[in-house]
């Protein structure tokens, strides 16, 4: 890719969208520009990526093709009104924040501006990241290709309408939490039986990786899949059991409801 990328902060999402741009070679790591309030942080990535530290965000805006704010939801007024007058005229703007809606992010910049709205979630850490990508109007098909490639270096990405923000945020965005959760307390059972506690975390997190791969490289329905796994009378159904009777399921239902409600209500307040 011969574009120029800009990075308006440098937290752990950022990082996360450098390494995989810089790992899958997509563009050329000197093509990638950062600001960051910490010149400890901007030096770190310089040394460990070798990107380009930018002097200023008007700096980004007056350079690069592909300009992401990433910083906290709050603080995007601020930054947009800042670089707004220096943008490349064919620049695409790309928002990671949550609760920030294409038309707010238009009122800001201009319905005139290039701008996808993305819900990127932790796991591109380790390069296993889910986004939802939604374009405005302006984005031309092969613009929004671009963008897709970004976020493809660091996990998997799918191109959906805005009104799928809210199920997006409590299904991927959210959901790394939950899945903490649960391995934290499958370790803990184990550390209740006798298992050493580094040990209850490596088993917990594999099996979670390893039945995750199942669902996605098998193509089996996940009930389909859980019943291979419960021998009549067994250990595993009797665990099943236990979570049917505690409301297990009923429990992540609501709780994505209520993420995804939550998410609604951030939105109303923009």
Do not use: W
Not at 80 to 92: C, G, N
Not at 152 to 168: A, D, Q, R, Y
Not at 263 to 268: A, F, P, R, T, V
């Amino acid at each position: 890719m011969d574009k120029k990328i800009g990075f308006i902060g440098a937290g752990n999402m950022a990082s996360a969208m450098i390494g995989g741009l810089v790992a899958s070679k997509l563009v050329k790591a000197s093509n990638i520009l950062v600001t960051n309030t910490s010149e400890a942080k901007l030096i770190d990535l310089a040394n460990k990526y070798g990107v380009t530290i930018a002097g200023s965000n008007k700096e980004i805006a007056e350079n690069c093709d592909i300009v992401i704010p990433a910083v906290k939801p709050h603080i995007y007024p601020a930054v947009l009104r800042e670089i707004k007058a220096s943008l490349k005229e064919e620049a695409i703007v790309v928002s990671i924040a949550a609760g920030v809606t294409l038309e707010a992010l238009e009122e800001m910049l201009g319905r005139d501006k290039k701008i996808v709205r993305t819900m990127p979630n932790t796991p591109a850490l380790v390069g296993e990241g889910m986004s939802m990508l939604c374009p405005n109007k302006q984005v031309l098909q092969e613009e929004l290709k671009l963008v897709v490639d970004i976020f493809n270096s660091f996990g998997k990405t799918e191109v959906l309408p805005e009104s799928m923000i809210h199920s997006v945020i409590g299904v991927s965005g959210s959901s790394p939490a939950y899945v903490f959760m649960f391995i934290e307390a499958m370790a803990d059972a184990a550390v209740l039986g006798g298992m050493p506690r580094a040990k209850a975390y490596s088993f917990a997190a594999q099996a979670v990786l390893g039945a995750a791969k199942m669902v996605l490289e098998t193509g089996k329905h996940p009930g389909e899949l859980k019943d291979m796994v419960c021998s009549p009378g067994g250990t595993t159904i009797e665990a099943v059991k236990t979570l049917e009777d505690m409301g297990f399921r009923a429990a992540v239902m609501q709780a994505m409801v209520d993420c995804m409600d939550k998410s609604k209500e951030m939105s109303e307040k923009k």
